[in-house]
């Protein structure tokens, strides 16, 4: 077995014939590594003790079948990608890579192989965890990066419409279908749902900062509104999690 490019499977929700999609390759992964919310919402969902995203429910249903072959239908970006992550986990995240490797691999099967590889990078495994590659998995669960949303409006001041109520209630009513929409409100009614389920992983720097200061203000001076937009785009919370740990985050 190719043990080594079982890391690749990170970036791989959805299984083509040959090779798995290069779909998610242009994922920014220190994004994900960085936000420790995220990381363990979808550390849950492949171990199977939390929901998942459809991306994520994609990943856990085909994990199998990437350890069985070796990941042999794994692009060359998404085998980068992948050890990127594992040396980032064993670094930085040691408790999550025990847990995980606990799980996918309890009699180290591929322990020795990887402590070499990470030895020769000068990273330090310790003795009491088993490495398997798989852990990496979790970094992409619900993330869709493909590409970023237009930036055509990113330099609307965003700070004279949460300002002025009039302004900010049609964009609201715009995006839960119940008036109409400028240009803008259009856009913004296209992708919130996908951005409130992938921690707005399409946005610009511009969108993500923008994003953030919107919704804590709907939250704070809108509750109402607050409560219909996730009854509209999410109302059994499955993405909660997601979103909550976007707003919290600094990039």
């Excluded at 990941?71 to 990127?84: I, V």
């Excluded at 070499?116 to 000068?122: D, F, L, P, T």
């Excluded at 209630?169 to 995006?175: F, G, N, R, S, W």
Aim: glycine share 6%.
């Amino acid at each position: 077995m190719k043990v080594l490019i079982v890391l690749s499977c990170v970036l791989v929700a959805v299984l083509a014939d040959d090779k798995y999609t290069d779909k998610y390759d242009k994922i920014n992964l220190q994004e994900i590594l960085e936000n420790k919310r995220l990381l363990e919402s979808y550390m849950d969902c492949v171990l199977g003790k939390g929901k998942c995203t459809p991306e994520g429910k994609e990943l856990k249903d085909h994990l199998q079948e990437a350890l069985e072959t070796g990941c042999e239908k794994c692009t060359e970006a998404q085998e980068k990608g992948a050890e990127t992550s594992i040396d980032y986990l064993i670094k930085n995240e040691l408790e999550i890579w025990k847990e995980l490797t606990a799980h996918f691999d309890p009699d180290g099967k591929w322990r020795k192989k990887y402590e070499e590889r990470a030895k020769a990078k000068g990273i330090v495994i310790p003795e009491y965890m088993k490495c398997l590659t798989i852990a990496a998995l979790l970094f992409v669960a619900g993330l869709s990066v493909a590409e970023k949303y237009t930036d055509k409006y990113d330099n609307i001041d965003v700070d004279e419409i949460l300002e002025n109520r009039k302004l900010l209630v049609p964009y609201i009513k715009c995006v839960l279908d119940e008036g109409r929409c400028t240009a803008d409100g259009k856009e913004l009614k296209a992708h919130i749902k996908d951005g409130m389920q992938t921690a707005c992983a399409k946005c610009t720097d511009k969108q993500k900062v923008s994003a953030r200061k919107i919704v804590k203000h709907i939250k704070q001076h809108e509750a109402d509104y607050w409560e219909q937009m996730k009854a509209k785009y999410d109302p059994k919370d499955e993405f909660k999690e997601i979103y909550e740990g976007f707003l919290a985050g600094q990039n």
